[in-house]
């Protein structure tokens, strides 16, 4: 059996802590605002559009976050971030800022996820049509084999359907939400939920 003193001990945390700093802090904070645009470089003084930040831009990194600033964002939005098991990608709202995706007069849904160990965080999805027969899905994880992915404290209402977690996305968490005045108007009955799940592989959290 090998043997270690307690010095040796003692010099080798330190040196462990020295080796796992520079993956640490590569580590970035990106920004996406209202008036953000394709042409930014994701910094808080020139910050990206939201679709511009959700197709993953090539500067995102696994642990990165990406800070979507206060304000209302038009249209439908596909979400491809990737981040790892180790280091997720966290697109958050900005703490004390109301963040709101609205999908208007769409039926498509508001925000599908795509990318995998990805936490979508403190965001507002709702459509704001009067119409029930013209609103979008709020959350769509659909089938393609999206995993570890956590829905944290978001506000979804207002659209035909608030959260479609499909079979194919496994390991969902749902933390922390409000999810109503959902549902939508067909012509024989009413139809959707706050929260329609499906699970075949990994689990569901709520």
């Not at 802590?17 to 590569?26: E, G, I, K, N």
């Not at 953000?36 to 910050?47: D, I, L």
């Not at 963040?99 to 936490?119: C, E, F, H």
Request: some cysteine.
């Amino acid at each position: 059996m090998v043997r270690y003193s307690r010095f040796a001990v003692c010099l080798l945390i330190p040196l462990l802590l020295l080796l796992a700093a520079p993956a640490l802090a590569q580590a970035t904070e990106w920004y996406v605002a209202p008036n953000g645009s394709s042409n930014g470089n994701g910094s808080e003084a020139n910050p990206w559009d939201l679709r511009t930040a959700l197709a993953h831009p090539n500067s995102v990194r696994p642990g990165d976050t990406i800070w979507v600033k206060g304000g209302t964002y038009a249209g439908n939005f596909t979400c491809a971030l990737s981040g790892t098991a180790a280091a997720p990608i966290i697109l958050r709202a900005v703490p004390g800022q109301r963040a709101r995706l609205d999908g208007g007069t769409s039926k498509n849904p508001i925000l599908t996820v795509t990318g995998s160990y990805v936490w979508i965080w403190g965001l507002e999805i709702f459509s704001s049509s009067t119409t029930r027969s013209d609103r979008g899905n709020g959350i769509w994880l659909n089938t393609n084999g999206q995993r570890d992915i956590k829905l944290i404290n978001l506000m979804v209402h207002n659209a035909s359907q608030g959260m479609s977690l499909w079979s194919g996305a496994r390991d969902v968490e749902v933390y922390g939400c409000i999810v109503f005045h959902n549902g939508n108007q067909g012509p024989e009955r009413g139809h959707g939920h706050s929260a329609y799940v499906q699970n075949r592989d990994g689990k569901k959290i709520f």
